[in-house]
């Protein structure tokens, strides 16, 4: 793979046909370094997230090893790294599922029902022997505040039902614990202290003795519409939270970044074969890496990279058009760029390494990419360049 210092480096060297990810393994390394300075526990990434094998590479160089999977492809996938551990933390998942997952070493099983309790343990019995080295995590629902993808509606339990699980699941496992996910892109803290109230109802109403505590992920990236709360007020809010829980000291802690990680470590170029009024037809949209931007209003930064912007020329926003025949493959924006932007340029569009990659498909014969790496920093960060702190520099648009 080709190395460039910058996207605009990338462009003057050539004019690619396909658009292009740019990866920023440094960037995903810088985030893994801070979660792990900064949170007391494991940190599991989330694989459905991104799993470009020079991101996991990164993660895996500044020690992640713990990996949060929810599908027996990401198992098999993931089981090929030396000494992770894995955690199957979809709430529903199939017999085969379970019983391939535990067989490749998976001992972490997220669960939501007595009925997946039930498909666990008759998955787990081998010669008439139940399982005795279960780590068994009960989906606890809680409000999602402040996030851009609610998660509530789909997976978890609450009230008296979660107390039955909890205290069934204490017989069973080796290791109990508590999980949840206040939502994606989650701006504030708010809804850890909402989320960690109702765990520690549920302890006391259960009255059972926990062993882990797993609070999810949500954690935000920066994108150029919203300006989230630092890592920092994170972490001391979850870290309050904690304290106060009914918990023994030496429970085990675990949270499950994706978007945290890896947002910042892609970018996507772009060639603009068309502008009509405020709006760029582009060579990838809604059915590639842009997903994110058509359906649910991301606002990603954008730079103009395939010739220099003279001082004082005037911005203007914009609207993307996709490259297929679909008319909903439209991402509003708006995304504000020089107004002499034209047919023939290139666009930067930064921070799409979470879940742009993962989503994105061959609809009309496109989704095709070339890959550089770059050496850059990211268009917007949640770290500054040594991660250990967060920066409020608002990047280049």
């Known amino acids: 793979m080709q190395t460039f210092a910058t996207a605009a480096d990338l462009i003057a060297a050539r004019k690619p046909e396909h658009p292009v990810r740019g990866l920023r393994p440094h960037a995903s390394g810088r985030a893994a370094r801070w979660f792990l300075d900064r949170f007391d526990g494991d940190v599991a990434y989330a694989y459905k997230a991104n799993s470009s094998v020079f ?231 809604a059915y590639g890496m842009l997903f994110d931007a058509a359906h649910l209003g991301f606002v990603f930064p954008t730079r103009l990279v395939s010739r220099p912007v003279p001082p004082g020329t005037p911005t203007k926003e914009f609207e993307f058009w996709g490259p297929t025949c679909d008319s909903i493959d439209q991402m509003k924006g708006p995304f504000l760029l020089p107004d002499i932007v034209d047919e023939g340029d290139y666009i930067e569009i930064g921070n799409v390494g979470a879940y742009g990659r993962a989503i994105a498909g061959h609809f009309n014969g496109y989704g095709q990419y070339d890959e550089v790496i770059l050496l850059d920093e990211p268009m917007l960060s949640m770290y500054d360049a040594d991660g250990d702190k967060v920066v409020v520099d608002s990047g280049q648009s």
């Open 55 to 285: 991101l996991i590479g990164a993660l895996y160089g500044a020690g992640i090893r713990h990996f949060d999977v929810a599908s027996l492809p990401e198992i098999e996938d993931a089981a090929t790294i030396p000494d992770a551990e894995l955690h199957f933390m979809h709430p529903v998942k199939s017999r085969s599922a379970i019983r391939r997952a535990y067989a490749l070493g998976v001992r972490s099983f997220s669960l939501d029902s007595e009925d997946e309790l039930d498909k666990t343990i008759a998955e787990t019995t081998f010669e008439g022997k139940e399982a005795k080295d279960l780590k068994l995590f009960v989906r606890l629902t809680v409000p999602s505040i402040n996030s851009r993808i609610p998660l509530e509606h789909k997976f978890g339990i609450t009230g008296k039902p979660a107390t039955d699980l909890l205290r069934k699941c204490r017989l069973i496992a080796s290791e109990l614990g508590i999980t949840f996910h206040v939502g994606s892109q989650t701006s504030t803290p708010e809804a850890f202290v909402v989320a960690l109230d109702e765990v520690q109802k549920l302890i006391v109403n259960a009255g059972v003795v926990i062993d882990r505590l797993d609070i999810g992920g949500g954690f935000p990236s920066r994108y150029g519409d919203e300006e989230p709360s630092s890592m920092d007020a994170f972490m001391d809010t979850i870290d309050q939270c904690i304290e106060k829980l009914p918990v023994p000291e030496n429970v085990r802690l675990m949270c499950e970044p994706g978007r945290a990680l890896v947002s910042e470590a892609e970018s996507l170029i772009v060639r603009v074969d068309a502008r009509r009024d405020g709006g760029l037809y582009i060579n990838d949209g």
